[in-house]
């Protein structure tokens, strides 16, 4: 492991009494970041009148830079509070005729699946889970996802970053299958922004990733993109004064009254992670989880999991349990760990394993690591 860039937790304003080793759930932000959005709602509550006649156009300035930053189409790319509400409008967009199938993976976060639930019962439609092995390279991945397609498909539904188990897709390859065979395609990109380079920008029908993780951008602010074709058709979830707006960002900047504040900041965030030289950062981080991974599952005489392309901040290691604890039992230990043994960690579950899901940002370094190493094993 070289590592060059030293780590910056004095960017951020997080208890250093914790291990904070899950960036990956709910992000944080930087301090800069939270100056601004401070200083955004201090202007709000001077003169409410004034801030909301100004929030229009403050909202162009930062759609523009954010769409800039996805390297997008700034026409085709929506602000939403979150990559749930992306795959939700999507879902609201598409036809889903009865009888139809909506295609996604057993790699699914849950409430996206829930979302494809809902739209399907509601469509008398139905929902198929396609298994994909968590060994399973990008050929695999396709063949897999390929054999489920059929003429019933309404949409296919994938991600680009999994939650649980934090492995890369074949996006491109995959909206291109889906294209060639007239098929809907809605990628989840939550964990995309900043972990890949134009994660937006693979040709699929629908996109939506989260800001408020890995840019470190205020919580809730995310983007849909949208291709062309469905521009028109696509509308917020919230009814407001847009809904005849002929313009597809411009519509879901009007969401009611609502704290524009998070949308206005995050543009700031993305300059904190400029001048930290993200790009070579986050390779230096992938190093440096790669070892910390290690380091916690020698010391848990488990394994890191095998996953052919794993996302760069982020790492499986199993846990010796037997079997996959209850929701309650799960939720316990975390809160466990968090008050005993002063560490944020997430568990994810998959097929009959269950992992700790380490992530890393720019102000982790290898002593964190080391640290829950040290103390996991008195817990288990
Ligand atoms: C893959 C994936 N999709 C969707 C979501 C939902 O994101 P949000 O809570 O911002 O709606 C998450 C959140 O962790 C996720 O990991």
Redesign the pocket.
Known sequence: MVTVLSPRPDLWTLDPEILHLNH??YGAVPRRTQELLAKLRAETDANPMLWFRSVAERLTTSRLELAAYLQTDPAGFALVP????G?TAALATIPIPAGSRIVLTNHA?G??RYAAERFAKAAQAEVVVVDVPLEADDDTVVATIEAALDGRTAALIV?Q???ATAMVFPIRRLAELCRSRGIPSIV?G??APALLDAPAEDGADFWTG?F??WPAAPR?T?GLVVAERWRKATVPLIVSWSEYDERLPERFDQQGTHDYAPWIAAPESLRVLAELEWPRRRSELSAMLDEGAKLLAKALGTSVAEVARPAATMRLVELPFAGVPSPEAGEAFKKKVSRDLKAEITLTAFDTRVFVRLSAHAYNSIHDYQLLAERLPSVL
Request: proline content about 0%; overall charge negative.
């Open positions: 990956g759930s979150n990559a749930s509400a795959v976060y409430a996206v991600d970053i999994s939650s989840d939550a964990h989260n408020h993780k809730a995310a």
